[in-house]
């Protein structure tokens, strides 16, 4: 199975800021099956990005992703603040399965 | 009225079953897989079980794989999650998620539902 492991745990940032988070795969994912969610507390989950780059309905351009292979990155231009939450990446597809990485907590400095 | 409605969570005991529910409006959901997905407290999410759209195909995660059984009724708009001999470590926001891709389970998961929790305590 492949294991996805998120860098930093833990970001602090100051509204304005640029953040950049890292998902890293134990193993070649296809660019076509990577995606990004964003959870506040107490909040369901929300795709922000699909198929490594492609923003869901409603995500605002600020947040882009990027990567191949093992590597990859969403990166959000400039925080607002409901931007302040926990982001997970996921790899999915019932051939390879659906695994979500451990999360990023973007925390206000 | 919100496009996916979990239920049937509760507190149980360890060895309980339980049945949880997915109700669904809004979207075509005889066209889309269908998954769930777990969050212990305090904790990171966790995929569980998906079911395509024609309910032929299922898949389970290994860490419940024989505990668990997917089913859907279309007609009902419906996707329940049967979970037996229940764990401490099945405590948990159980949520259901809609596939992105349609007539398949290639999706990333658009829609989410508020999720229902499940406690295992004695």
């Known amino acids: 199975d492949i294991v996805l492991t998120q860098s930093p745990g833990t970001l602090s940032l100051s509204p304005g800021e640029r953040a950049t988070l890292s998902c890293w795969a134990s193993q070649s994912v296809d660019s076509d099956f990577l995606a990004w ?10 795709l922000l990005i699909h198929s490594t780059s492609t923003r869901a309905t409603g995500t605002p351009d600020r947040f ?3 990567g191949s292979g093992t590597h990859f990155t969403l ?11 926990v982001y997970y990446c ?3 597809g019932f051939s390879q399965g ?3 990485g451990p999360g990023t907590r973007v925390e206000i400095k | 009225e919100a496009p996916l409605v979990e239920s049937g969570g509760k507190v149980v005991q360890p060895g309980e079953s339980l049945r949880l529910s997915c109700a669904a409006s809004g979207f075509d959901f005889q066209d889309y897989a269908m998954h769930w997905v777990r969050q212990p407290p305090g904790k990171g999410l966790e995929w569980v079980s998906v079911i395509s759209w024609d309910g032929l195909i299922m898949s389970y995660a290994d860490s419940m794989k024989g505990r668990l059984s997917v089913s859907r009724d279309n007609t009902e708009r419906s996707v329940h999650l049967q979970m037996k001999s229940l764990r401490s470590e099945d405590t948990a926001v159980y949520f259901c998620a809609k596939d992105l891709a349609i007539f398949g389970a290639v999706g990333a998961f658009d829609i989410w539902g508020q999720g229902t929790v499940v406690t295992v305590s004695s």
Request: glycine fraction near 6%; proline fraction near 10%; hydrophobic fraction near 15%.
């Open chain 1, 75 to 85: 990166t959000i231009s400039r925080l607002e603040p409901e931007d302040f939450a």
């Open chain 1, 37 to 46: 969610y964003q959870q506040t507390p107490g909040q369901s989950p929300r």
């Open chain 1, 98 to 100: 659906y695994t979500f």
């Open chain 1, 64 to 66: 882009s992703g990027s």
């Open chain 1, 90 to 92: 996921q790899q999915y």
